[in-house]
């Protein structure tokens, strides 16, 4: 939506690190999350981020929020082709579970 | 637990033909919601329910109904199918923050 926005595209060689971005403009912003979809597919919940956190580490994702900037970010370490997808980024706000999601960014690795 | 199921997986109507997507879950999550995916948009939301016997309207709700009889179902329903409503459709249930998505429908309206 609106309120969130992702760059569209992104390619990235196997065994590099991607950095998928992602800013909202909702200050009462509560939850921030990551999705990956592959072709076909439904969502899948990747990670989230609660908003009094900064960082967030998961085996090879690792999710960092800047508050006052309002932009969130997912890398992903070793990127294998199976990392292929696009990834949405969402936000809600506590105790409603409406969830505002970015247009996805869709990642291609090459090998 | 099958999760979140959704039927059909693929759907093709005329315009002004009617018909019901449907969703079930079984975590016993009270809250429900309807999304579109279209290209280059993300996912917008449809209608959402907080529980049985309550609905509420999302970003996009215009041609669409629900109902929420039971916590486990929350058709979505197009009373005369517009192709503006080729789309692929999910549903979600919630608990705890995280969202789970049913694997979608993919209507078409010719």
């Known amino acids: 939506g609106e309120d969130v926005e992702q760059s569209l595209f992104l390619s990235v060689r196997e065994g590099d690190s991607s950095v998928i971005n992602c800013t909202y403009t909702?200050?009462?912003?509560?939850?921030l999350y990551w999705y990956k979809q592959e072709p076909g597919a439904g969502l899948q919940l990747l990670t989230y981020?609660?908003?009094?956190?900064d960082m967030k580490q998961d085996q090879r994702l690792t999710v960092l929020l800047n508050k006052k900037d309002k932009h969130l970010s997912l890398r992903i370490a070793d990127t294998q082709t199976g990392d292929s997808a696009i990834y949405f980024c969402?936000?809600?706000?506590?105790?409603?579970?409406?969830?505002?999601f970015g247009a996805g960014t869709t990642v291609t690795v090459r090998a | 637990n099958a999760g979140v199921t959704q039927t059909p997986k693929f759907q093709v109507l005329k315009t002004g033909q009617s018909m019901t997507l449907q969703c079930a879950q079984d975590?016993?999550?009270?809250?429900m919601s309807w999304y579109r995916q279209d290209p280059g948009m993300g996912l917008r939301l449809i209608h959402y329910?907080?529980?049985?016997?309550?609905?509420d309207q999302g970003e996009v709700p215009n041609g669409y109904n629900v109902s929420r009889s039971t916590t486990e179902d929350f058709p979505l329903r197009l009373l005369s199918a517009a192709p503006s409503q080729t789309s692929v459709y999910f549903c979600?249930?919630?608990?705890?923050?995280?969202?789970?998505f049913g694997p979608g429908t993919r209507l078409t309206v010719l």
């Open positions: 969402a936000e809600s706000v506590m105790n409603d579970y409406k969830l505002s």
């Open positions: 909702d200050s009462s912003s509560t939850y």
């Open positions: 981020i609660f908003s009094n956190m």
């Open positions: 975590m016993n999550h009270e809250y």
């Open positions: 329910s907080v529980g049985a016997g309550i609905t």
């Open positions: 979600a249930s919630n608990q705890n923050n995280e969202q789970f």
